[in-house]
């Protein structure tokens, strides 16, 4: 089982507001990073650290923490938006890297 | 613009052992570390193992015993060996390159292709 946990499927109307959660004890002292993945792609890096997006990513795509709890917020959800997220961070002893079980998004 | 390229074999019988490289297009290799991830089919995302540009490694402690990541810097290259594979190590397997800042944390910038390797 994973250290990191997200909610298997989440669904969104088209243009909505959608936030999708990972929580782990570890978040309390390490960021988590996003990633989407589209079928039978490689996944894609879409926010890290506390709020930050690589070059190339809509500004829809947001991140938050609190606590033990990250969040990717996608703000006015688009069709191609449908895919899986991965969360990722470090275990509870620092030491290693630990994915979230994903999340499949789907756009209504 | 940095880019990844992965190769290795893609059909494995039971017992015998994985071996994948990664090379590094377009960037440096230093200041980064150099991470292998796969993902069984139809499953989510497992961590493997990373090293940097000097060595230094990090296993999944669930796969430690079995797994070998080494670097080659003359090449720009880096490689998995994963030994005794079964059926549950068929999956598709990633090399990427993570970044650590301490205001930034970890991130997966930049990902390989993906190479399937099936055990049967």
């Known amino acids: 089982s994973s250290e990191l946990t997200q909610d298997p499927a989440v669904s969104v109307a088209l243009g909505q507001t959608v936030r999708i959660t990972c929580q782990g004890d570890s978040l309390r002292s390490f960021f988590a990073s996003w990633y989407q993945q589209k079928p039978g792609q490689a996944p894609v890096l879409v926010i890290y650290?506390?709020?930050n997006r690589p070059s190339g990513i809509p500004d829809r795509f947001s991140g938050s923490d609190s606590e033990n709890t990250a969040s990717l917020t996608i703000t006015g959800a688009q069709a191609e938006d449908e895919a899986d997220y991965y969360c990722?961070?470090?275990?509870?002893?620092?030491?290693?890297?630990?994915f979230g079980g994903g999340t499949k998004l789907t756009v209504l | 613009q940095v880019q990844l390229q992965q190769w290795g074999a893609g059909l494995l019988k039971p017992s015998e052992t994985l071996s994948l490289t990664c090379t590094v297009y377009g960037g440096s290799f230093r200041g980064y570390y150099w991470t292998w991830i796969r993902q069984p089919p139809r499953k989510g995302l497992e961590w493997i193992a990373e090293?940097?540009?000097?060595?230094?490694?990090s296993y999944n402690p669930s796969l430690k015993s079995r797994v070998t990541i080494s670097v080659d810097t003359s090449k720009n290259q880096f490689s998995l060996k994963l030994s005794s594979v079964t059926a549950a190590d068929t999956a598709v397997y990633y090399c990427?390159?993570?970044?650590?800042?301490?205001?930034?944390?970890?991130?997966?910038?930049?990902w390989g292709q993906g190479t399937m390797v099936t055990v049967s």
């Open positions: 090293i940097n540009h000097s060595g230094s490694t």
């Open positions: 990427a390159r993570g970044s650590y800042t301490s205001s930034s944390g970890d991130a997966f910038d930049i």
């Open positions: 650290g506390k709020n």
């Open positions: 990722n961070s470090r275990d509870s002893s620092g030491k290693y890297r630990v």
